[in-house]
C-alpha cells in the first residue's frame, strides 16, 4: 500500500468528518487575518472554496497591468498562506507520473472585487 507524499498535520482530526466541518475549521483558522472577511463552502464534494468578501488590509493585493487595463489580484504570500492554512486539512498522494490524482479535497482561492475598491487607487503597481 502507497502511504500520502503529504499529510497536513490536522488531517488525522478530520479524518472522518464531513467535508462541511472541515470547511467551519479553515474558516475558523483563517480569522487569523482579522482585517478580512472569508466564505468557505463546498458546492461539490472533494473540493473547497474559500471566497475573500471583504479586506481591509490592502497590503494583501497588488495592481498588475492587463491588456488593456490594471487588474487587481492577491499577492502570492497571500495566497501562500491561505493554502497553508488549507494543507493541514489535507493529504495529498498524486503521482503526476501516472497521471493518477488522491487529494481530500482540493481548493479554489478567488476574492469579490469589490473588497478591494476602497483602496484599490492606492495599490503598488507590479510589473
Known amino acids: 500500500m502507497k502511504t500520502a507524499h503529504t499529510v497536513g ?3 488525522k482530526e478530520v479524518k472522518y468528518i464531513p467535508q462541511k466541518e ?3 475549521l479553515i474558516k475558523k483558522d483563517l480569522k487569523k487575518f482579522k482585517d478580512c ?3 468557505v463552502y463546498s458546492r461539490h464534494p472533494g473540493a473547497i472554496t474559500i471566497k475573500l468578501v471583504s479586506c ?5 493585493f497588488e495592481l498588475h ?3 488593456d487595463s490594471k487588474i487587481v489580484r492577491m499577492t502570492n504570500d497571500f495566497i501562500k498562506e491561505i493554502k497553508d492554512i ?6 495529498d498522494n ?4 501516472s497521471d493518477y490524482f488522491h487529494v481530500n479535497f482540493y481548493v479554489n482561492i478567488i476574492f469579490d472585487y ?3 475598491d476602497k483602496f484599490k487607487d492606492n495599490l503598488k503597481e507590479v510589473a
Request: glycine content about 4%; cysteine-free.
Open 9 to 11: 498535520n490536522k488531517y
Open 22 to 24: 472541515i470547511n467551519k
Open 37 to 39: 472577511t472569508f466564505s
Open 56 to 60: 481591509n488590509n490592502s497590503n494583501y
Open 65 to 67: 497591468q492587463g491588456y
Open 86 to 91: 488549507t494543507k493541514q486539512y489535507n493529504f
Open 94 to 97: 498524486s503521482d503526476i507520473m
Open 114 to 116: 469589490s473588497a478591494t
